[in-house]
């Protein structure tokens, strides 16, 4: 549990400092210093790692690995120009509670992963706000 709630601070924490910095600069300039950071970091750590993992027979794992690092790139410039022209309020909730949402939807389906009635029911009260947040950003209220 220590690392999912550092998680959630560091992101959080991040969210911050990105809308910061797209609100001022090139939002896809924000976004490929963000991702150049973040791939360096994780790079430093798994290069001594590299050497004693047999790649051969992980290539599928591999290829799904650049695959997410595609979208993920993709993710850091949409967030950044969605930070540009929206308010944080806005922006945060629909991309986190949707991926929330869209995740675990994918995670049971492609993965056999069971989700619970009380998650069914959070999930579900996650779908209405998001749909009263999206109501509410389209009509202005």
Known sequence: MVYIFLATIFYSASIIFITFASR???TTLVAAIVNIVS???PALVVI???NKVNIQDQKLALIAAII???LIALFGIALSKSYSLNKVAVVVPIVFGGSI???TILGSIIFKEK???IQGLGLSLLGVGLLIIIYSRLTGK
């Open 68 to 70: 997410g690092g595609i």
């Open 101 to 103: 949402l869209i995740s």
């Open 24 to 26: 001022i600069l090139n």
């Open 115 to 117: 989700v619970s009635l």
């Open 39 to 41: 791939a360096i970091l």
């Open 48 to 50: 001594p790692v590299l």
